[in-house]
């Protein structure tokens, strides 16, 4: 979309606070971190919040951060974090005090339990297409409402334009933030986070995304900001990292391996697992990158579900784990209803917002250790 695509708005005010995001700030789902960008000064970085009906409003201070990228210079960037919540609960909070403050409102999930219900949206490969747009929209008209993203990496594609443009990391911020400033969105890194240019001098991995998305990587022990685990209603949910060391002996191998006793099926029953580079795909893109991976990690523990939403050109032939194949932009839902039984349903861009292209019924394998596979047996 064009720069001055009503979507990349910038909020009114001197120094308003812009491109608001939340996610998760603990393991255990009774944090937040929000984020912003101011433009014209630091300003506050400070929040204010309050619980819906109550009178009290606290106050906790932030971090600020900024970065040079090229012939770019970011906005100067606010992570704070909101500790100390109670589980299912609505808050508000106000950003940008002192010169041009904004409100908004998120909720925290239930507490971990082993027949909370909870809902899930699944994006990834967003970017800023007019195609990005109808699928963000899609998803917030979902009659489903999720409560949270579970967004599996490529975020702006600000490296798809020349010389990485990171005003395309600005414009995406704000693109996302009517979703985003409301609801968590839990961020796992993609190619396109990269950012790794030597040829014009930008040599630092990862450098726009890890100045502007905050994770709560120190919660659960992790030594790196993009491999992770938190919690969250009835799901334990890893977010692994494709594109950084995961052999065998690396920090992400070896928190990995301490990671998976730790998840408690009577308290999360289901496990949920993220990372970019699907570990069975038999698009062009992609293909085959989830591999090793996929064979390093295969004796800790099996997924719940791969996915990658995206549009490539296939290969041919199919292979025998490919059921069905088809090149669509959009976004999925996933809906836990019990500690056994999860509803997954796919809704492609082209369709009406309430339709759903595919769907199925998931049983948790934990709680119902049967082979239902329709391959035939030999």
Known sequence: MPLDSDVFAVPHGYNAPQQVHITQGDLEGRAVIVSWTTMDEPGSNKVLYWKEHSKEKKEVKGKLTKYKFYNYTSGFIHHCTIKHLEHGGKYYYEVGIGHSPRAFWFTTPPKSGLDVPYTFGLIGDLGQSYDSNKTLTHYEENPFKGHAVLFVGDLSYADNYPNHDNVRWDTWGRFVERSAAYQPWIWTVGNHEIDFAPGIGETKPFKPFSHRYSTPYKASNSTGPFWYSIKRGPAYIIVLASYSAYGKYTPQFNWLEEEFPKVNRTETPWLIVLMHAPWYNSYNYHYMEGETMRVITKLMSSLLAMFMLMKDLMTEPQPDYSAFRE????????????????????HRNQDGYRVEADKMLFFNRYWNPIDDSTRASS
Do not use: E
Not at 327 to 346: C, L, M, Q, V
């Open 327 to 346: 090149a669509s932009f959009g976004h999925a839902i996933f809906d836990i209803k019990n500690h056994t039984h999860a509803y997954y349903a796919w």
